[in-house]
Structures are given as structure tokens and as C-alpha cells.
């Protein structure tokens, strides 16, 4: 039996994914972004993180230093790596062979992506918009 995902759970998968970066980004960061959508794509995960930022790195930014806010986020980012390519594994059953992050200030975007040791099967990506939550 294939451990690839079948059509019916990709979705799952992708909400796990979401359910859980976020939950680690409100753990640590005390908030999370208001909306998570994550794609699944051959041996690639992308997750999109919106409106992350928290008040204290927006008063940085408005202060004219958002270098800082980067890379505070950066810095934040190689500090969660253990835990988000634990994670990604757990949820998709591969071997994360890369990790790479980019916090993007206006718009507020982050972006998570994961490339596995295999490819997944089907493509997908789920919106989770969290301002309902």
C-alpha cells in the first residue's frame, strides 16, 4: 500500500499543515496570521501566511525600521526549524530535504515552503481563513 495521501485526504493533509504552523506561530509568537493557505505540489509545500506581524514588529516597521522586523523573523525561522520540518514529516509521511522562509512586510506575507524527499500524490491548496476563529 502506497503511504501517499489518496485525492480524498489531500485536503485533510493541507489543513493539518495550516492548523499546525499556525499553532506553533501562536505558540511562540504569542498571535498567529489571520489567514493560512497551504499547496501541495509534486515533492513541494507551500504555505502562505497572511496579516502575521505582530503590534510590536508594526511599531518597528512605522518607526522606519523594518530591516529589524526581517530579521527578527529570520532569526525566529532557524530557531522553529526543527519543529516545522518535524511537523510537515509527521503530517505528510516524507523527509523534509529542504526548508526555506521568507517574510515578505507590505503585504504582510510569510511564506513557509518545504520540499520532500518524494513526491506527494494529486495537488491541491486549501484557504483557512482564521478571522473567523
Do not use: W
Not at 80 to 91: A, D, G, K, V
Not at 107 to 133: K, Q, S, V, Y
Amino acid at each position: 500500500m502506497s503511504d501517499d495521501p489518496g485525492p480524498e485526504t489531500v485536503g485533510e493533509m493541507l489543513a493539518a499543515i495550516s492548523t499546525r504552523i499556525v499553532g506553533l506561530l501562536r505558540e511562540h509568537y504569542g498571535r498567529g496570521p489571520s489567514r493560512a493557505k497551504t499547496y501541495a505540489m509534486d515533492d513541494c509545500i507551500v504555505c502562505v501566511l497572511r496579516n502575521g506581524f505582530t503590534a510590536h514588529e508594526r511599531t518597528i516597521v512605522d518607526s522606519g525600521e523594518s530591516g529589524r522586523v526581517i530579521e527578527m523573523r529570520q532569526d525566529f525561522q532557524r530557531l522553529m526549524e526543527r519543529q516545522y520540518r518535524e511537523t510537515i514529516e509527521t503530517i505528510t509521511g516524507r523527509r523534509v530535504v529542504a526548508f526555506l522562509s521568507q517574510a515578505h512586510l507590505e503585504p504582510d506575507i510569510t511564506l513557509e515552503i518545504f520540499f520532500l524527499d518524494r513526491a506527494l500524490t494529486g495537488a491541491a491548496a486549501l484557504d483557512l481563513n482564521l478571522l473567523d476563529t
